[in-house]
């Protein structure tokens, strides 16, 4: 990431709640989602992500990878998303090697605002 990617308000506490609550209004929804933002990979992945990833299904976004995205997950889930384009080759051997199956969801490239919300409604589609 630019360093100045971490210097936008957006990022804080205040827009963030006020976004997911936003977004938990317009899906109907009452479980506030969990959003964790760590300004160092290595760390983070080594030495928090295994204990977020306990007793839950793990995966990584991200495109190029064989296994397409599930459907229809009745299980805790926690789901890694990278910047736009995906993580790097090494970042993704590191949340593998931290428990995470990378999935992709189709040949094409989306915006991470994009991403977000398809990754979600296929994983949680309770239409199915």
């Known amino acids: 990431m630019e360093k100045s990617f971490w210097q936008t308000p957006w990022l804080s506490d ?43 299904r793990a995966l990584v976004a991200h495109p190029g990878t064989e296994q397409p995205c599930p459907t229809h997950m009745d299980q805790p889930t926690a789901l890694c998303i990278g910047p736009e384009g995906g993580f790097t080759p090494y970042e993704v051997g590191k949340l593998e090697e931290a428990g995470c199956d990378p999935v992709h969801l189709g040949p094409r490239i989306l915006r991470v605002e994009t991403a977000v919300p398809v990754l979600v409604s296929r994983l949680f589609d309770a239409c199915g």
């Open 14 to 56: 205040d827009n963030l709640r006020e976004n997911l609550t936003l977004g938990l209004e317009q899906a109907r929804d009452t479980v506030m989602p969990q959003v964790h933002i760590r300004k160092l990979f290595k760390p983070f992945v080594e030495d928090e992500l295994p204990a977020l990833l306990a007793g839950k």
